[in-house]
């Protein structure tokens, strides 16, 4: 047991000093590096949903767009009227000094995490009350009909988009920009990490898998589920609406189909990770949206004008192939490693029945 | 938001009068989702870009100078073998696994439909002029489209058409028997193989037929097959599977509802009504079924 621990210390340690290096080794890279914490929050928290609850949602990205448009706007609101700020470009008239702007994100970070985990506990009484794909179905209505809603209020700027402030022009360092959310980004994916890894290890993890395997008997069994769905859905909504406000301020600009609720990419991508590295398994989305990250920007260029098509055969590929995905896999052919005993008079008889 | 239908009650029979003749195009969109969703329990997401490959068709041959009325005959046919080939490609792997397996993969093929289409096609709005001019009423004051009028009448008559064959003909027996029990139809000599992809074909059929009648009376534009989805997701849950004068009324209603919400709260907020009238729906029959403590299945 102790030999496990030390293992792991190694690995987590030299995880976390290989992400603070990044940014310096591959400096050419840090915005894809940014997008790659980002896309790992965005697949782990998925998973708690999808991988452990059992309730595949395609609604997470309502959290991450709202978290998108709310950093953006607090950061603008705090300072500047923000209907002038959308109306006319506003980032022309008005300039964030370097102190409004670091405020501002921060605390336009802090809103963008608690309004979607009060409103996903708001609206998770009704919406977890849905079962299976119905439960898909809805959240996918619901993340479509926030997007649509989006484009449509004037004063987050409707359908032209959304300019978030600029970087301030007082720091001189051309690279300070992309170290910032580069570092804001690993932060959040520590943070998700160890949260994740927290809940992994508690008797919530397992409470959620009940519930997955047969909701109905862990009701009977005195669950009460619903309460437990919904602390889930909040967990969730937190850190997405955290990805969203640090992709926002990268981005740079707001659209409100194409970058905030952005069912078409970050939606499924989110949904297409987790199963790609295995979903229910602590390192699947990880390794998942890495992999998923690395095939992505390696043949995007390549195949310029056909990604969507390559990107619509990948999860056809994936869903209909590989529906237990890597970490599945991994456990199929090496199941001692995750700690199955297998019986052997019990596998032959399986075999014959076969 | 200005409440001018309140204040004009000819705008008010203009919406109701479109608002019907657009849901009987969406019931038949919906017969098709609730034939396959019967018998083969797929959700197909990519139902809409079905819809939207078969108006291209039509649009298509109107560019070769035909008039595309007559793609409500070419289009099913062209449209029944994208359905079979579609079924012989992927669906045929998805049919008896989880659900949300079916949802993911048709929503892969949704994507590549679209991105295919915006190829072929391009990214542009178009539409197949019918050139069949417009009906005035009560006084010029509600005009009316014959192109709506023609494309509700053709569909009234391939829904009558169909449940006619699904009843009457042998293929029509075996897809009823398939849906009522697989396995026994099986045992009984029903080859459900077939059976299935001639469902999925007559899917696609008639998104064939529902795409040629929406090349004529609206737009057509590659990405706007999400919504036609949802739409007929929407018209069969509250109608339940395989009761056709419930998917003939609920899509009348659902079209009222969309006239009516493009009036009342701007052309803007139209699709985002549709979407969040879904969650609605799905939200009070949840809360309906909750008091039973039961759950939507």
Known sequence: ?354 | MDFLIFKAPMLMVQASLDGILLGILFALIAYGMALQWGVMNIINIAQGDLVILGGYIAYTIYLWGIHPAWGVIISPIIMFFVGWGLYKLVINKVVDRDLFISILATFGIAIVFQQLMNFIFGADVVVAQSEYGTTMLFDNSVTLPNSKIFSAFISVLYAVALVIYMKKSRLGRAIRATAQNARAAKILGVDTEKVYAATFGINAALCGIAGALISITLTLHPYVGLPYTVRSFMIVIVAGLGNLPAVAVSGMGLGLFEEFADYILGTEFRIGAVFLLLVLILVYRRFKLSKKREYLK
């Open chain 1, 1 to 354: 047991m102790e030999k496990v621990k030390q293992k792991d210390l190694i690995l987590y340690s030299g995880l976390i000093i290989l992400g603070l290096a990044a940014p310096y080794l591959f400096s050419a890279f840090k915005v894809q590096l940014t997008y790659l914490c980002v896309l790992i929050v965005l697949a782990m928290t998925w998973n708690l949903q999808g991988g452990e609850m059992g309730y595949n949602t395609f609604g997470n990205i309502l959290f991450y767009g709202l978290g998108m448009y709310l950093t953006a706007s607090v950061q603008v609101g705090m300072f500047f009227p923000l209907a002038e700020w959308t109306e006319s470009g506003g980032e022309k008239t008005f300039v964030h000094t370097t102190a409004q702007y670091f405020q501002g994100i921060g605390v336009g970070l802090l809103v963008s995490a608690i309004v979607p985990a009060v409103i996903a506990g708001a609206i998770g009484y009704a919406i977890l009350g849905l079962r299976g794909h119905y439960f898909a179905i809805c959240t996918l209505g619901l993340g479509i009909a926030a997007g649509e809603i989006a484009g449509g209020i004037e004063i987050i700027g409707a359908g032209q988009g959304f300019t978030t402030p600029p970087f301030p022009a007082e720091i001189v360092d051309t690279e300070a920009r992309g170290k910032f959310f580069y570092f804001l980004s690993f932060a959040l994916l520590v943070g998700t990490f160890i949260f994740v890894k927290y809940i992994y290890g508690s008797r919530f993890k397992l409470i959620l898998n009940a519930i997955r395997d047969n909701e109905d008997k862990a009701e009977a069994m005195g669950i009460q589920t619903m309460k437990y769905k919904i602390v889930g859905w909040m967990c969730s909504a937190f850190f997405c609406g955290l990805a969203g406000g640090i992709m926002g301020g990268l981005i740079g600009y707001i659209d409100s189909t194409d970058v905030a609720f952005d069912g078409r990419e970050m939606g499924v991508f989110m949904v297409l990770m987790a199963i790609l590295g295995g979903k229910g398994t602590l390192w699947g989305p990880v390794i998942g949206a890495t992999l998923f990250h690395f095939f992505k920007e390696g043949l995007w260029t390549l195949i310029l004008g056909w990604q969507y098509v390559a990107l619509g055969v990948l999860i056809v590929v994936i869903v209909v192939y590989f529906p237990e995905g890597l970490m599945g896999w991994l456990r199929e052919k090496y199941p001692e490693r995750f700690g199955e005993v297998i019986d052997e008079k019990d596998r032959k008889a399986q075999v014959e029945l076969k």
